[in-house]
């Protein structure tokens, strides 16, 4: 198994529900920040900032993985694979695809984490935020993964 390989299910990312899947995501960080940060179920700024830190984090995630695995496109916010890439019945594959899922969501919250604190430290301290971010990615993940996940290895299959 080639570990970045999505020749087949990373094309979903250019289809419309590709872009409706991301901007739930986005709208699940934005409200999660908000009620974290300011209290309220949604805050224009910190919202607008979500936007910003999840784009500019998936733009990197795309680049570094073409960079990374010969041009194929692999991440936005976490590896966009079906069971055609991903044999779930083998264990080294399995290691090997929850080893870059930990690193892609790892490198995904340092990159929105570097620039909500940039945007929002006037407003808010930097725990606060760092606290926001994490909270928020934790909880996109879990739903981002549990839907494309369901949907790539059970549904689409």
């Known amino acids: 198994m ?8 990373g094309k979903y990312v250019y ?7 991301m901007a739930c995501l986005v709208a699940i960080e934005a409200v999660v920040m908000s009620k974290v ?4 179920y949604f805050n224009t700024r910190v919202a607008f900032v979500a936007l910003i830190s999840n784009a500019v984090s998936g733009i990197a995630g795309a680049y570094t993985s073409i960079a990374i695995n ?13 069971s055609h890439e991903v044999n779930t019945e083998n264990e ?11 690193i892609a969501f790892v490198f995904a919250v340092i990159i929105e984490l570097i620039i909500n604190s940039i945007f929002l430290n006037k407003r808010y301290e930097f725990r606060p935020v760092m606290r ?6 934790v909880i996109s993940f879990v739903v981002g993964t549990f839907v494309l996940y369901s949907y790539s290895f059970f549904i689409f299959d």
């Open 37 to 40: 940060l300011a209290h309220a």
């Open 92 to 102: 080294e594959e399995l290691l090997s695809f929850f080893l870059y899922c930990v």
């Open 132 to 137: 926001a971010t994490i909270i928020a990615n």
């Open 15 to 21: 289809l419309p529900m590709g872009w409706i899947f």
């Open 70 to 82: 010969g041009g194929r496109l692999l991440t936005v916010w976490f590896p966009w694979v079906s």
């Open 2 to 9: 080639l570990l970045l390989d999505t020749a087949y299910f």
